[in-house]
Structure formats: C-alpha cells, structure tokens
C-alpha cells in the first residue's frame, strides 16, 4: 500500500543507509590518510558546532516540529518564519563572540591558533541553522524521498571533498573540517530552493496563525536548557578525555565513534519517520496505544539484533580503520548503547511530548547527565576510552529508563519492559565478555548464542514482522 507505515519508513530511511556505506567508505579512507591525533583535533570542530547550535537554535525548531500539523497548511510558512527568526538574532552575536575571541577558542580546541578555523565556525553554525530547518520542512511534510536524496547527496559531497582537500593539503585535520562546511553549504543551497515555496516569507507578515512568537519561545526555552543538559550528557565523554587523556586517545574514541555514526543512521532514519507519523497519528486516534505498543516491541527487536551483531563482528568492523586504529575495537562494544538506548527511548517518551510537559526533559537530561560526568569521572582518569563508553552507556540506560517511567506517568502504555531489560542486561553482560575475551571465532559463537535467546523471546513480534509485509506484498 502507497501510504502504508512500511513504505514510509522505506522512504525516509533509504537514504539513511546509502549513507551508512558511504559514510563507511569515508571512514575507511580518513583513517587512512590521518593519524589519530589529527582525528582526534577534527573531532572538537564537531563538538564545538553541536554547542553553538544549541544556543542558537534556542529550542525552536522542536516547536516547529510540535506545531506544525496545528498550524493549517497554508500558514505553516509562517511558522517557519518565527521559528527561524529567533536563532537569527541569537546568530549575530555569538558570530562576533566567535570572531573576536577566535584564538582562545582554536587553541583550546584544536591545540593552534587558526583564524581560519574560527571562520569556518562561523559559517559552519549559520549553515547548519538553515539546513535544520530545510530539512525539516520536508521531513514534517512526509516527503521520505526527498529527504533520502538530500542526505545522499550531503555524503557524497562529503567524499568528494575529503579526496580534493587531502591532494591540496594533506592528511592534515582541517581536511575534514573542511569538507563537511563545502558540502553542508550546498546541500543547505540546494534543499531550500527545492521548498522555495515554503521559503517565501514575502507575505507571511499578513496571514492569521496560532502559534505567536511568545507560543514558541514559552514551548521552547526549557527544550534549550534540556538541549544542553543533554549535549553535556552526550559528549563528556569527548570532553573527559580531551582534559585527562591525549588527542590519540580522543582519536581511538573518535574512530570507535565514526562506525557507532553509522548505527545512528539508523536511528535518524527511525526518529525522522517516527516523529511526524506518532504526532499525526495521536491527533486523529489519541486512545490507540496499542499502536504505539507495537512499534516499541519491533523497534526493540531491531535495535538489539543491530548491537549484538556489532558486539559480534567489532573486530572486522574496526579492522577497515586501519592497523593504527585496531585498539578501537574494544572501545566500541559499550558505544553501541547509545544508538540501542535512545532510538527505542523515541518510542516511549510520547507521553510527555503529548502532553506538552516538555519541563521533564530538564529532569531526564539532568539525571543522565549527572550519571555521566560522575561515571566518566570515575572511569576515564583510570580505563581511558574504554571507562568513557563504558560509562556513557550506563547513563543511556538511565536515560532510557527516566524517559520512560515519567512519559507513563501521562500516557499508559503496556510496553513489557521486563522482556526489555532482560535482554539489555544480557546484551551488557556480551558486551564485557567481548572486551576480555581475545578469541574472534569464540567471541562469534557466544554471539550466536545471544541471538537465539533474543529470536526466542521476540518471537511473536518477528512473526508479526514476517505476517505484515506479506500482507503489505499483497496489496501492493
């Protein structure tokens, strides 16, 4: 069937898994031709661009996104316009803070002064403000297809400007730097003249809405507290072993990061399909939770088959890196809790988006922030990267867990957690064995184990699965 919810997320993810193996080719070439230190130096830029943009987007976006099917067709123009204003405004500032304190900032981040670095920041944060919003005025339209060459198209830009930067620089860490702003600017190009329709902001001043300015920042502020929160909460990690490790170190833990991007790939491709589809869907039936029971119990499924198999092939996966990265390898079994917990967590977390009451996720991020500095705290001064990802996967499972006791407290939903958790502890309980365990082909077979546990005990929803795209074929 067109509209079915299989052929949507087919839409929105094809793109997302295109991406996947080209960003792997990627990944394959940069620890190729760059050492671990200068890996490890590319790596700040990111991190840097993820903490402007959290003040700068101020939260707005989410109201875009929570607003949007409020809002009658011909006026989301204009939704757009207040949204986008805002972190306008806030732009203009932080660019002339970037600018007049861009030594201190390079230095600390890359170890060098680089006025050079500090422009790119710059341009870097405005174009990833505007490629927020393209992207997500076609992704809350639904246009999957659209979406998937959009982000096909940013990745193999990415390619194509890694091989020409290195030919002109060399293996130096701004190549990555570079290549990311190159196809970040014109794929944002690109995506908004696609929905130029939705750009025009000509006449915008003059239509009758329900969300005013005020609506959008009451919505959004606590988001942008919980955004910081939460980008604390996600990169301590990077941060811990920037202050009490060595940029080879933060390089290992980068490479390790690099593939776990991958698995979130599919998690983005998840959460892209899932958060316009639960909204829409809890506007017109808001008493149909066994809808949302089932995409729990598949997600579920899915995500854990994704993070044994990795468990499972950690040593063939890092070895694609390179031999200067093959101590990655035992950084990675932990690191796949973090795409596991957070994309299963999207489908429990509902009540309280439903519900407006987007306060807890101050608490939420709070808790799990707090788990993490105080674990990588513990871990990182004495196991390097290894006690980070460790670490950062406890705090995901805290994560998961507080949003889904508080999201029941305002929407209940019969999710079999215990099922859930049994295979979690089980999956940890791989995860170590895979670090201390030094045997490829043992290392696979308890795998395999695993995985027929796991295959037993959700072995209704793989029927389900199995029943429902024959069905699909069907009436295809």
């Not at 732009?91 to 970037?98: A, D, H, K, T, W």
């Not at 579920?300 to 092939?313: D, K, Q, R, W, Y």
């Not at 694609?320 to 596991?340: E, T, Y």
């Not at 990588?376 to 196991?383: F, M, R, S």
Request: aromatic content about 16%.
């Amino acid at each position: 069937m067109k509209d079915s919810l299989f052929n949507k997320f087919l839409q929105f993810s094809y793109g997302s898994f295109i991406s996947l193996f080209i960003g792997l080719g990627s990944s394959m070439l940069i620890t190729r031709i760059i050492s671990p230190e200068n890996l490890g130096k590319s790596s700040m830029y990111t991190l840097a661009i993820s903490v402007l943009m959290i003040f700068i987007v101020f939260g707005t976006d989410q109201a875009f996104v929570r607003f949007f099917y409020e809002e009658d067709m011909e006026k989301r123009p204009k939704l757009l316009f207040n949204c986008v204003e805002i972190p306008m405004i806030i732009l203009i500032f932080v660019s002339i803070i970037i600018l007049l304190f861009g030594s201190r900032i390079t230095t600390y981040l890359f170890g060098e002064k680089s006025f050079t670095i500090a422009l790119a920041l710059v341009f870097g944060t405005i174009f990833n403000v505007f490629n927020r919003y393209g992207m997500l005025v076609i992704r809350m339209q639904q246009k999957g297809k659209r979406y998937s060459n959009a982000k096909i198209i940013n990745k193999v830009l990415v390619f194509i400007a890694i091989i020409l930067f290195y030919l002109v620089i060399g293996g130096q860490y701004e190549i990555i730097i570079f290549s990311n702003l190159i196809a970040l600017v014109i794929s944002t190009i690109l995506i908004i003249r696609l929905e130029k329709t939705f750009w025009n902001f000509d006449n915008v001043k003059q239509l009758a809405y329900k969300h005013k300015k005020l609506d959008i920042i009451k919505f959004s502020y606590p988001l942008m507290f919980t955004t910081i929160i939460s980008w604390l909460f996600q990169s301590f990690d990077k941060i811990a072993l920037r202050e009490w490790s060595t940029f080879t170190e933060l390089g290992l833990y980068a490479a390790s990061f690099r593939i776990i991007a991958l698995i979130n790939v599919i998690q983005t491709a998840f959460t892209t399909f899932w958060t316009p589809v639960c909204y829409e869907h809890y506007e017109k039936k808001p008493n149909d939770t066994q809808f949302y029971e089932r995409m729990f119990n598949i997600v579920s499924f899915f995500m854990l088959l994704i993070a044994v198999a990795c468990i499972s092939g950690k040593d063939f996966i890092i070895s694609l890196l390179g031999k200067d990265f093959k101590a990655a390898a035992n950084i990675m079994p932990f690191l796949v809790f973090m795409p596991v917990m957070y994309t299963v967590s999207e489908t429990t977390v509902i009540g309280v988006n439903f519900a407006k009451k987007t306060n807890w996720h101050i608490v939420i991020a709070g808790i799990s922030c707090l788990t993490n500095l105080i674990g990588n705290g513990i871990l990182v001064p004495k196991y390097g990267a290894i006690g980070a990802s460790i670490a950062t996967a406890f705090s995901y499972i805290v994560f998961f867990t507080l949003r889904t006791v508080i999201s029941l407290h305002f929407y209940r939903i019969k999710y079999g957690l215990k099922r859930y958790y049994l295979m979690i502890m089980l999956v940890c309980l791989y995860a170590v064995f895979s670090i201390v365990n030094p045997s490829f082909i043992f290392n696979i077979l308890v795998g395999l184990i695993v995985l027929t546990l796991m295959c037993y005990v959700y072995r209704k929803e793989i029927k389900d699965i199995y029943y429902s795209y024959v069905k699909d074929k069907k009436l295809a």
